[in-house]
T-cell receptor, first 111, second 113 residues
Framework: DAKTTQPDSMESTEGETVHLPCSHA???????IYWYRQVPLQGPEYVTH???QNTTNSMAFLAIASDRKSSTLILPHVSLRDAAVYHC????????????FGQGTVLSVIP | AQTIHQWPVAEIKAVGSPLSLGCTIK??????LYWYWQATGGTLQQLFY??????VESVVQLNLSASRPKDDQFILSTEKLLLSHSGFYLC????????????FGEGSRLIVV
């Protein structure tokens, strides 16, 4: 699976909208962009995913660049509960459904 | 709604002792099941996956084994623990292998002393 690049850490204040960037310059046409978040000693929580079009759900908005070489996870009105490590992962269709996790972005939220 | 339950939540075991970690999925029939492992301070690695009862594929060799005795159950085990087995073990499920989201359990923390 292609590699992603994320900032090591970001900081936000409660109520703000956070933009978490992810670079994936060598993404293949059959690779989905997945976002998970994880807090210490808990399993990763699925946030969202997309292939080409922007997507939105109750948790976040995923903006995918037209060339698919980058994406941004947008978290509106963050709260303290949104503090976590956010992982941007590329996964191709088929195979063993393997997710390759990196270090992710540590999002800190200040009250 | 589907639920995933892992047991035990945490365990401290001696080097050389046996280990058995369990995972049960309720609310979904014939899920694909996965075991992931995270060393302290490390990244998550997939260890095993299973698409049906009795069939398990190994992804990473860590002197561990996995079995799927029932459609809704996935077991991770070893007869002799090593210090390097310490970490966080996560079970996950998906509906299928093609383009389907993985959902993770809460994990089992293992400390080997």
């Amino acid at each position: 699976d292609a590699k992603t690049t994320q900032p090591d850490s970001m900081e936000s204040t409660e109520g703000e909208t956070v933009h978490l960037p992810c670079s994936h310059a060598t993404i293949s046409g059959n690779e989905y962009i997945y976002w998970y978040r994880q807090v210490p000693l808990q399993g990763p929580e699925y946030v969202t995913h997309g292939l080409q079009q922007n997507t939105t759900n109750s948790m976040a908005f995923l903006a995918i660049a037209s060339d698919r070489k980058s994406s941004t996870l947008i978290l509106p009105h963050v709260s303290l509960r949104d503090a976590a490590v956010y992982h941007c992962i590329l996964r191709r269709t088929g195979g063993n459904n393997k997710l390759t996790f990196g270090q992710g972005t540590v999002l800190s939220v200040i009250p | 709604a589907q639920t995933i339950h892992q047991w035990p939540v945490a365990e401290i075991k001696a080097v050389g002792s046996p280990l058995s970690l369990g995972c049960t999925i309720k609310g979904k029939s014939s899920p694909n099941l996965y075991w992931y492992w995270q060393a302290t301070g490390g990244t998550l690695q997939q260890l095993f996956y299973s698409i049906t009862v009795g069939q398990v594929e190994s992804v990473v060799q860590l002197n561990l084994s996995a079995s799927r005795p029932k459609d809704d159950q996935f077991i991770l085990s070893t007869e002799k623990l090593l210090l390097s087995h310490s970490g966080f073990y996560l079970c996950a499920w998906s509906l299928g292998t093609v383009g389907n989201t993985l959902y993770f359990g809460e994990g089992s923390r293992l400390i080997v002393v």
